[in-house]
C-alpha cells in the first residue's frame, strides 16, 4: 500500500529550512490509520515484547496501538519537565537544536524486552538517547520502529547495533 500518499510536506516548519512530515492526514482516515498499525506490527519480527516506547508527541500514536496489539505495557518519553513522576534524563541533539527526553525511573524494569517506537527517524538523535535511557534502566531493545524514514538524514547510523524497521522511506 502508498501510505506515503497520506503524508502531507509542510515547508519550514518548525524551523525555516525544515521539510515536517505531516502525519495527521493519515490519523484521520480510520482503515487506513488500521492498516498502518498492522504494517507497523508485521515489521517486528519477535512479539514477546514487554514494553513498547513512545517519544513526545507523535510517536505516542502509533507506540500506544502497538502495545495493545502486542500485549504489552506502553511507556511515554517526554520532554523535560512533562513527566510527574521521579525521572530519568537525557540530553540530545535535533536537526535544529539540542533537547532533553525522560522517563519514568520505574517505566522500564530489569530484563524487559522494548520496542521503541516514534513517527519519524531523522537524525537519530532522539532514537538514540531513548535506547540509551532503557539500557541505563536495564532494558533491552528488540527493535526501533519508525512510521517514517528519512534515509538521507543517516538516523540508521546512531543505532547500527539495533534492530530498525521502519514503514515508509524517504
Do not use: W
Not at 516506547?53 to 510517536?59: D, F, K, L, Q
Not at 505495557?73 to 527526553?101: A, Q
Request: neutral net charge.
Amino acid at each position: 500500500m502508498n501510505f506515503k500518499k497520506y503524508i502531507r510536506d509542510i515547508e519550514n516548519f518548525p524551523e525555516q529550512g525544515i521539510v515536517f512530515k505531516d502525519i495527521t492526514p493519515l490519523l484521520k482516515d480510520a482503515n487506513i490509520l488500521k492498516k498502518t498499525t498492522k504494517e507497523l506490527v508485521n515489521l517486528i519480527n519477535d512479539y514477546n515484547i514487554d514494553k513498547v516506547i513512545g517519544m513526545e508527541s507523535r510517536g505516542f500514536f502509533f507506540a500506544s496501538l502497538l502495545a495493545i496489539e502486542l500485549n504489552a505495557g506502553f511507556v511515554p518519553v517526554r520532554k523535560k519537565g512533562k513527566l510527574p513522576f521521579t525521572v530519568l534524563s537525557k540530553t540530545y541533539s535535533l536537526e535544529y537544536r539540542d533537547d532533553t527526553l525522560e522517563i519514568h525511573i520505574d517505566g522500564i524494569q530489569k530484563g524487559d524486552r522494548v520496542i521503541v517506537h516514534d513517527d519519524v527517524l531523522a537524525t537519530g538523535g532522539t532514537a538514540r538517547a531513548v535506547c540509551d535511557l532503557v539500557e541505563e534502566l536495564g532494558g533491552k531493545i528488540v527493535q526501533c520502529n519508525f512510521l517514517i524514514e528519512l534515509d538521507f538524514l543517516k538516523g540508521r547510523e546512531k543505532l547500527k547495533k539495533y534492530d530498525v524497521k521502519s514503514l515508509i522511506h524517504y
